[in-house]
C-alpha cells in the first residue's frame, strides 16, 4: 500500500497543476512547516514504566496558527499524522476559518488505559510539546481516541510551564471554556451536508437509508440528527461488530445500549448482526465512514450499493476506491468538507476563549450551518463548473485559498 501521505500529496499536487501554481510554492506547501517526535515515559498503574511515542505535525500555517486534532491509536505512526496534518490545512482553508493544518497522535491503546495513566500520558506528552503549541501558534482539539477530559488534562498541563489560557486547547468540557455544540459538531456538520446533497442529488431525505461505519462521537451524533431528519438507518457497525434492521434501527435506544457496552453497538438487541464488510455493501443511499482511514479500496469499493459515499472519517477511502466508485457513478462528498464541523465549532470555541465571552447554542449551530452551507456551495459549484469531482474541487478551492496566502506573505 502507497504511504497515505503520498496519496494526499497527489491530490494537492493534481490541484496545483490545474491552479498553474509555480513550482517553488508547490515545493514549499507540500511537505510539513514542521514534524516533532517526543518519549513520554508514563508510570503505569503497576509500577512499570512503558515509554509511549507521540508525534505533533505541523503542516502549514500561512492562513493562521496551526490547529488540528491529537489521535490516540495504536498505529498512530508519523505517516498517518502527517497525512492528517495536511488534510487539517486544507480543510480549515476550504471552510474558511482562519488557521493552519496540524495533527498529533500518541502510539497507545486507550481502551486497555486507566484513567489515571491516560492522565499522566496526555500531561506528559502536553509537556513535550508545549513549547511548539500555544493560543497564537499550534491549537490541539480531539481526535480518534481522544475527547473533552483529554482536552482538560492538556490546558491544566500547559496552565503549568505557561500561564492560564483556555484557548490553547478547543474541544474542552464547558464547565473550562469549552463551547455549546462543540461535542456534536461534527456530527451535526455531517447530517448537514446530506441534507443538502439529497437536494442535488433528488434523494428525499426522510425515508432515506443509511449505513454508517463507527459509533464514536462522529458516527453517534451523525447517527442521531439523521434518525431525527426521518431517515432510516439500517446498518451501523464498530470495531467489536455491528446490527442491520431493514426497517431502521431505534437510534435512541441504540445511543444508550452503546452507553451501557463500552461505546458499541455489537449485540444490540433491536437488530441482526452486521459484519463490517457486509456494512460496507448494504444496498442504502448514504454510506457514511465514520471511523478510522482507509477502508475503501478497489476490491471492496467495488461491492459498494449506496447511491452516495460520505466520508465523515479522514482519508476512509484510497484513491483506486475513488476510481472504482466514479466509474460505478456513485458520487463521494470528501472529508475535507463532511467532516470539518467539529473545526467550525472548534474555532468559534477559541475565538469565545479569546474574547472571555460565551455564546448560546442557538447561535453556535448557526453560524456553524452558514459555513457549511458556504463551503458545500463552494465546493459543488467549482465542481459543476470544471466537471470535476467533489474531491477535487475541495482540494482546487482549499489550495487556491493557502497558495494566495503563501504568496502574499512573500517567498525568501
Ligand atoms: N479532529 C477533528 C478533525 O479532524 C477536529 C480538529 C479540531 O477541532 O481542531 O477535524
Redesign the pocket.
Known sequence: MPQAFDTVTEFFEHACRRLAVSMEICEIVRTPDREMRVEVPVRMDNGQLKVFIGYRVQHNGARGPY???IRYHQEADVDEVRT?SAL?TW?TALVGVPFGGAKGGVQCDPTTMSKTELQRLTRGFTRAISHIIGVNRD?P???VGTNAQTMAWMMAAYAEEHGYNPGVV??KPVELGGSLGREEA?GFGVALMVGLASKDLSISLAGSTVAIQGFGNVGSYTAKYLHEHGCHIVGIADVKGGVYNAKGLEIPALLVYALQHSGSVAGFPGGEPLTNDELLALPCDWLIPAALGSVLRADNAAKVHARCVVEAA?HPLEPDADLVLAAKGIPVLPDLLV??G??TV?YFEWVQNVQRFSWDLERVNNELTNYMQRAYRAVTNRARAERISHREAAYLVAVERVVSAVQLQGLP
Open positions: 490547529k488540528g486534532g492528517l487539517m480543510k491549537i482539539a480531539p481526535d478547543t474541544g461534527t479522514n467532516n470539518a467539529g473545526v472548534s
